[in-house]
Structures are given as structure tokens and as C-alpha cells.
């Protein structure tokens, strides 16, 4: 699944071809994706002007001059493609700019979404009313996971994984800020100390910010809007190298089973 630096990646390249482009023409080629496309669709974004672009958590935003945004999750190998020279069946949504531009999402699974919102009301949306800070937002501090894991006895892992703590993480990225910040996965949260979570805060925003800059990890069908493939996969530490050596102490990293996903470590170095 396209995870917060892959959505971040995809963003800022759909960013040089719509921010301020005008949406001449939308083709809807289907009725649904996860689930239906909004009423009204194609009505509201032809003719519309794009005036910024942005995201929250694994969601981006397509702002438009009509005072609503367009939202989209790509879902689990859902992916902007730009300057298709052809379109295949799997590409479920067309926009052309007065530019020239055609870009398509194109997602196989369909486990992707559309939906089209009052600007204003962005935060008070559910998926979003509920979310903790943005990983990479001065908002979140030690002192933020502190409080909200007080108390808790549910793994680290998991509780980082959920939205509501913080915003956008996946497993992925989970498992390498935790081994950087030296926290055992399998952790009570509400036992993890203070100096531990100071730890953990950069280690979650310097893993982020370093894959956003690699353009994301590619992982089975995620390709950058422009085709590229993201390559922060070759600088993991632990996430999918069972038995490989740990990259500080040669200790082979382990995988387990944790909440129904899959979870690397070392268990030399994450104690």
C-alpha cells in the first residue's frame, strides 16, 4: 500500500502539471472505486482552476477555485499516471488541463477513493476530524506521545500504526523509526519512556523525510507519477530483511507476526 511518502511523492509531481492549470475535461470510466465517485464529478471539476495541492495523512488534496477539494487515497496499488500515451482499462479517472496535460489514476485493484468536498470543511471531515499530528508537523513531540500513550498496553508498533496517535504512519515506516530509535516493537506503549519517545519523534521524522526525498519504496505496483520508481527500499534497515544482518550490530534481523502484519527487528539493538 502507497504509504505517506509515496502519497507526499505523488503530490508534489501531479503539483508541476495542475497548480494553477485549469481542468478542461474529466472522463469518469467507471462508477466506483472502493467505493462510488462522487455525484457530480465530472460537473464540478470541468472548468475548475487547480489552485494548490497538498495532503493529509496518506490522502492527497487537489484544491480547486470553487472552494472544494478534490481527495483522493490510492488505496493499495492505486498510482497518478502523467501523459499516458494510451489508457488501459485499470486507468478509472482522466483530468486535461488547458495546457495540454492529461494525467489518469489508475488503480487495479480499486481499492482507491474519490471524494469531492467543501474546502472549508476539510478537518471536520470524519477520516479526518479524528487524526492525530502529521508526522513530519511541529505538533508532534515526545510530549504529545507521552499523553496520548499514557497508560496504554497495547505494542508501540501498533499504536503508532494507529491514526489517531499519529497521522499517515504505516508499517513500513514504523519498523524503521523503532529501530532507530532503538524501541522494541512489541513494547507496552504506555511503558516506552520519556527519553525513549525523544528518540523516536526524529527518528520517525528523519525516516519520513528521507524516503519522501528517495521518492517512497516501491513495493510490488507503486511508481511515481512520472513512472520512476521510488527507491527508498534499498536503504531499509530492518523492514523486510529476515535473517540479514543488522546494519549497526551484524545480528540477524527477526520478523514476527504483530496485530495481522508483519514486523522486522533487531533484537540486539531494540530493547
Request: glycine share 10%; hydrophobic share 40%; aromatic share 6%.
Amino acid at each position: 500500500m502507497p504509504e505517506l511518502p509515496e502519497v507526499e511523492t505523488t503530490v508534489r509531481g501531479l503539483a508541476r502539471y495542475l497548480e494553477g492549470a485549469q481542468v478542461v475535461r474529466v472522463e469518469q470510466r467507471r462508477a466506483d472505486l472502493r467505493r462510488p465517485f462522487p455525484d457530480g464529478l465530472v460537473q464540478q471539476l470541468t472548468g475548475a482552476t487547480v489552485i494548490g495541492l497538498g495532503r493529509r495523512a496518506k490522502y492527497g488534496l487537489i484544491h480547486t477555485n470553487r472552494a472544494q477539494t478534490m481527495v483522493f487515497h490510492l488505496g493499495m496499488s492505486g498510482r497518478w499516471r502523467i501523459e499516458p500515451e494510451e489508457l488501459g482499462p485499470h486507468d478509472h479517472l482522466v483530468l486535461e488541463t488547458g495546457a495540454g496535460h492529461r494525467l489518469s489514476l489508475c488503480d487495479p485493484r480499486r481499492f482507491g477513493s474519490v471524494d469531492l468536498l467543501d474546502s472549508a470543511a476539510l478537518e471536520a471531515w470524519p477520516q479526518f476530524a479524528a487524526m492525530g499530528p502529521e508526522p513530519l508537523g511541529d505538533t508532534l513531540t515526545a510530549d504529545h506521545l507521552k499523553s496520548a500513550l499514557a497508560g496504554r498496553s497495547a505494542a508501540i508498533k501498533l499504536m503508532l500504526l494507529d491514526q489517531r496517535i499519529v497521522a499517515g504512519l504505516g508499517n513500513i515506516y514504523v519498523c524503521e523509526a523503532l529501530f532507530r530509535a532503538r524501541i522494541d516493537p512489541r513494547k507496552a506503549a504506555g511503558r516506552v519512556s520519556y527519553p525513549a519517545l525523544g528518540r523516536l519523534v526524529p527518528a520517525i521524522k528523519t525516516v519520513i523525510a528521507e524516503a519522501i526525498a528517495a521518492g517512497g519504496s516501491t513495493l510490488r505496483d507503486y511508481a511515481q507519477p512520472d513512472g520512476q520508481l521510488g527507491y527508498f527500499s534499498k536503504q531499509f534497515d530492518v523492514y523486510d530483511r529476515t535473517g540479514q544482518p543488522c546494519t549497526a550490530c551484524a545480528a540477524p534481523i527477526q520478523r514476527f507476526a504483530q496485530g495481522g502484519r508483519s514486523t522486522w527487528h533487531c533484537a540486539k539493538c531494540q530493547k
